[in-house]
């Protein structure tokens, strides 16, 4: 496993509610507990300026870029391998608005172009969000302004099946997007804890239900993968990891989260059972358990491993607040910031854990979490394991 610090550029990362299970109230009496209190799924999508401020999501396209581009330059001069007339297809599974991978797809558009001129280019991108977002930043973009490129946008899980897409997809990327679990396998009561707000800060006794859950959520993404994608074709991950100790992605935001919901319980403004519902539904797998998976027969018989490597992207912020010196106003800005770069990525979850009339408190919890970042500077860095697979050419009978 190869490990390098970071390559270029720097930082970051929702809200649709689908009612499930009641949630009854019982105990003291706190705010929020007599609630005829529908409980929501937890469905993780991202705020809607997430791609104007995911400095780090976005800066880790040049790392991803060199391995695509050497991918591509390995592919047969025969209109890279392509049936004539078909269309050579790039999906985006966990895509966001589609904005953050814009550069890198026009990189590849560009160089796929320079060996294959007349080559048609497909775009699929995959997400659980709502696709308004997407159309707008397609009608802008520079992609849609290539000729013969089209998109499509599918609302739709990288967990669940994707049958459009069966066998055609020549180069597959995930970004930034694969450490939130399947929520809709399980009822949201899996993911109430009395005390944490997210599995990586869980002792290794207690986190153990959610390692199982990332293993069969990320089987059941392999398993779905080895349908979309074409014989030879390219898997590329980059997903979000746990180094140890405190270096798992943007620690500090977690864990600055919970003490300001703790705050809110201790002041009477939320009842346990709101603490004890706010959770964030991800899980940052180390290397080594993602090793081991990508390792087993399921798995491996569809894909082979070409490199597993990590890096972590260093937080923007925290460099910028180091410059502003005595200067209150720049570092409270910085502070609200980074503030907004966590409710990109948790508003959704907090907005499950709450009672429907305590969503005023939306604003309060980001606003206290602005100020300990602005008393209490701290860097969220994110740590990012990068994965490239090619899809084996099985043979029927081989
Ligand atoms: C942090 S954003 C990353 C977006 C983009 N790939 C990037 O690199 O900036 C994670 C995205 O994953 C999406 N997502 C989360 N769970 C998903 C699932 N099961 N299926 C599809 N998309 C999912 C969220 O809606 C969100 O848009």
Redesign the pocket.
Known sequence: MESDSFCPGVSS?GAKRGRITIFIGTGGHMPGDDHPATHLQYL???TSD??RI?DT??AIDPCIEPALLSYLASLPSSAAGKQPGSPFVIA?????DGV??SQLFERIIRFLRKKHPLMSIRLVY????DPAPFHHFWKGSGLSGLPRVEAEYFQ????DPLPDLAGSVDIGIS???LH?L?TKTVDARFFHHPTLIQANQLPASERKKFVRKWIGDWRVFFRERSRDIAPEGMLYLATLTDLGGDRWPASAGYNNLRAVCVSLYQEGRISKQELDAIFIPDYFATPEEIASLVAEEGISQHFSLKSLKTLTVPCAYRCRMQDTGNDARKRQHLAYSLARVVRA?SESSIRVGLSPDHEDLIDEIYRRLAERFFERPEGLPYQYCLMEFLKRNIIPGD
């Not at 995959?126 to 969000?129: F, L, S, T, Y």
Request: overall charge positive.
């Open positions: 990362r993780p999508s991202m997430y791609s995911s999501a976005k985006d599974y966990g895509a966001a953050n991978s995959i997400d659980i969000a739709r899980s990288f967990y970004s930034t997007s939130w399947n990525w």
